[in-house]
């Protein structure tokens, strides 16, 4: 069975720096790998995902995210922080032959100061 | 664009009772999904659909029934309510096996 890990619980950057959301997985084959976004009291947003081609894969809100098979991670970045990136962010793996096993990391807390 | 609604917002119930969280998408999506989010554990998959009456068990169905006679309304029924299902429940929909999910706001399920 696959599974996805998120090694930081929290994450702190100052405003105006860039932003750096670890992400590991493990999964047989060739995997689909997507970032959500949750904001309190609501549910998750699609920031984006990598299906395959270019391992640079740009998202929502200026975010992108670099999928590197032999490091089986895929890290969101952002360049430059704003103060309204706060939020709990989570990523997700899942296999290409199994739309029924989704398995999303525990998450991480990202707080922005000004 | 309603999207995707989730009733009730907050529940609380007792152990032993059932009920049932409703989920309606207004996009016709084929895909449906029930998820709970407990800290600590991120979200799991109770259980999915993949077209009206087709559904299938997640990671962690146990205690759960679904059903879906219509493509937007995907409800979750806890025939008898434990205390371990106390959680925060989330639906999604997505339109294809590998388009983004989806979600709704969420239920905040409490059982004493």
């Known amino acids: 069975a696959q599974s996805v890990a998120q090694p930081e619980d929290q994450v702190n950057v100052a405003e105006g720096n860039p932003l750096t959301v670890k992400c590991t997985y493990s999964?047989?084959?060739?995997?689909?790998l997507f970032w959500y976004v949750q904001y309190p009291n609501r549910g998750l947003q699609f920031l984006l995902k990598?299906?395959?081609?270019?391992?640079l894969v740009k998202g929502s809100y200026g975010f992108e995210a670099e999928f590197n098979k032999s490091q089986t991670s895929f890290h969101l970045k952002k360049p430059s922080a704003l103060v309204s990136d706060s939020a709990l962010y989570f990523c997700a793996v899942r296999p290409p032959y199994n739309n029924n096993d989704m398995r999303f990391g525990a998450g991480t807390r990202l707080t922005v100061k000004p | 664009d309603a999207g995707i609604t989730q009733s009730p917002r907050y529940k609380i119930t007792e152990t032993g009772r059932q009920v049932t969280l409703m989920c309606h998408q207004t996009w016709s999506h084929s895909y449906m999904f029930w998820y709970r989010q407990d800290l600590g554990h991120g979200l799991r998959l109770i259980y999915y659909?993949?077209?009206?009456?087709?559904?299938d068990k997640g990671e962690v169905p146990d205690g759960y029934v679904v059903s879906r006679s219509k493509t937007e309304n995907f409800p979750l029924t806890l025939e008898s309510a434990t205390r371990s299902q106390t959680s925060v429940y989330f639906c999604a929909s997505s339109r294809g096996e590998i388009q983004p999910q989806h979600f709704g706001d969420g239920t905040r399920l409490s059982i004493l």
């Open positions: 659909s993949a077209a009206a009456d087709i559904t």
């Open positions: 999964v047989s084959g060739n995997p689909y």
């Open positions: 990598y299906i395959t081609g270019d391992n």
